[in-house]
């Protein structure tokens, strides 16, 4: 319906007094009134002419004029059309629709071969375009082999990203559970990491508040860098520094071994300082009381040199006695004889003077017991000692030995100490067995 009527639009259609156009297959008649087309009946004297075919002319007198009508038939995109003109009886309007028609049919002539440049013109940039787009198909699928090779790609990393992540948390799971404050810091002193242990050890549980903040404060609670960092001495050699430091905590003394190491970015630039301390309190305790037992071994030795003379002392003293002890005893089996002899012959006098010697030796026996049961004491007691300080020694060894065995790492300072004091106890222990060994050959002589 609307297709005719756009095609009679582009003729001007204001010179004309009536155009009717006809849809036969929709039996809809419509008239051309104010620059559009619009509904109407058919006149009773056109509706027999509308559906003869044969019919192309028509006139009719209305009063003194004759009206004349032309009929078009027109069969468009499978749809039958009649177009109606009416006409004074000169046929005036009628040229002027003809001569339009062809005007229009011109133009529309020029207008095709213009159209038709443009086709061409068209046609050309077509094929430069399905060129381009076939290169850009090419390089479309190039491109989608190269996402679908970087998806791969991106999955894989995507994984390595996730297994990096899962073995981070459980690094960062690992350096909680140290049970040894460990933490990093940045060339300006500030907190980058910090485990549960420097948390516990600052007191503070809230790790997140520790990290943007100065190590030595945070950490140590001191007011500027600590007086044994070795940061400057990292940054030059580059290499681990290991030390011991004495800290007071609430009024508690520790003594930490302190371990500072260099973390570098991938240009081998130093970015950050990693610190761990681990509390060796007990073990420079334990060393501390084993320089004291080392002294006071060295001072009860000199004291057993001492007895082990007073013995040798009163060895001789003893055999002396002894033989004091056999003379007396012969003595006094001497005088018994002859106090039986005097007995026998009652010499008063003798006998006076025998009971006067008898009681001379039996004060000097008693010296001798006297001594004799001292010596014993004596010994005795030095024995014990002896016994004493060989079990604390061995005691002192055995202690060092188990921290020996639980250090994974010993220094060469620590080690000479630990040589030196096995040195001294085994010289000191070298020097008793040589001084049992001598009294029990003195006791085999004896």
């Given at each position: 319906m609307i ?9 001007n ?12 297959d929709?039996?809809?008649?419509r ?12 006149p ?10 044969n ?11 004759i009206?004349?009508f ?62 381009e ?9 190039r491109?989608?082999?190269?996402l679908?090779?970087k998806?791969?790609?991106?999955e ?11 073995s ?31 948390g ?6 809230n790790?997140?508040?520790l ?16 007086k ?12 681990c ?9 609430d ?13 570098f ?11 761990y ?8 305790e334990?060393l ?21 003379n ?22 006094i ?6 106090l039986?002899?005097?007995?026998q ?20 026996l ?5 001594i ?21 020694s061995l ?14 790492k010993?220094?060469?300072?620590e ?8 040195s001294?106890?085994i010289?000191?222990?070298?020097q008793i ?11 085999s002589?004896?």
């Amino acid at each position: 319906m609307i297709d005719i009527e756009q095609l009679l639009t582009y003729i001007n259609l204001e010179e004309f007094t009536n155009i009717f156009v006809y849809h036969q297959d929709e039996h809809v008649f419509r008239y051309y009134s104010n620059g559009k087309f619009v509904n109407t009946e058919v006149p009773d004297f056109l509706k027999r002419h509308l559906l003869n075919d044969n019919t192309s002319l028509y006139l009719f007198r209305k009063n003194d004029n004759i009206l004349t009508f032309y009929f078009f038939r027109l069969h468009i995109q499978n749809k039958h059309f009649v177009v109606i003109i009416q006409d004074s009886k000169d046929g005036k309007y009628l040229n002027r629709f003809i001569s339009s028609l062809f005007e229009n049919l011109w133009e529309l002539k020029l207008g095709s071969v213009q159209l038709n440049k443009e086709i061409d013109f068209l046609r050309d940039e077509l094929n430069v375009c399905e060129k381009e787009l076939n290169e850009k198909e090419q390089e479309l699928n190039r491109l989608s082999e190269l996402l679908s090779s970087k998806e791969t790609l991106l999955e894989s990393l995507e994984e390595s990203v996730s297994i990096l992540k899962k073995s981070r948390q459980k690094m960062l799971k690992l350096i909680d559970g140290f049970n040894m404050p460990f933490f990093s810091m940045d060339i300006n002193y500030d907190l980058n990491n910090v485990n549960l242990a420097a948390g516990k050890f600052a007191g503070e549980t809230n790790l997140p508040r520790l990290v943007g903040g100065k190590c030595f404060k945070m950490i140590y609670n001191f007011p500027e860098p600590c007086k044994w960092c070795k940061y400057e001495e990292i940054k030059q050699t580059k290499s681990c520094v290991k030390q011991h430091i004495h800290y007071e905590k609430d009024g508690v003394k520790y003594v930490f071994e302190q371990s500072m190491f260099p973390i570098f970015d991938q240009d081998g630039n130093l970015i950050e300082v990693g610190e761990y301390i681990n509390d060796i309190t007990h073990q420079y305790e334990l060393l501390e009381s084993l320089k004291k037992s080392e002294q006071e071994l060295v001072q009860v030795s000199k004291k057993n040199i001492e007895s082990i003379n007073e013995i040798g002392a009163l060895k001789k003293a003893y055999e002396d006695l002894s033989n004091e002890y056999e003379k007396a005893k012969a003595k006094i089996a001497k005088l018994t004889s002859v106090l039986g002899t005097l007995v026998q012959q009652d010499t008063v006098n003798e006998l006076l003077q025998l009971r006067g010697e008898k009681k001379e030796l039996e004060i000097k026996l008693a010296k001798a017991l006297t001594i004799i049961k001292n010596f014993t004491k004596k010994h005795e007691e030095n024995e014990s000692k002896i016994e004493s300080i060989a079990k604390k020694s061995l005691y002192s060894v055995e202690r060092l030995l188990n921290i020996l065995n639980n250090k994974k790492k010993i220094d060469d300072e620590e080690l000479k100490k630990v040589f030196d004091f096995l040195s001294g106890q085994i010289l000191y222990i070298k020097q008793i067995i040589e001084k049992q060994e001598e009294k029990n050959e003195s006791k085999s002589s004896n």
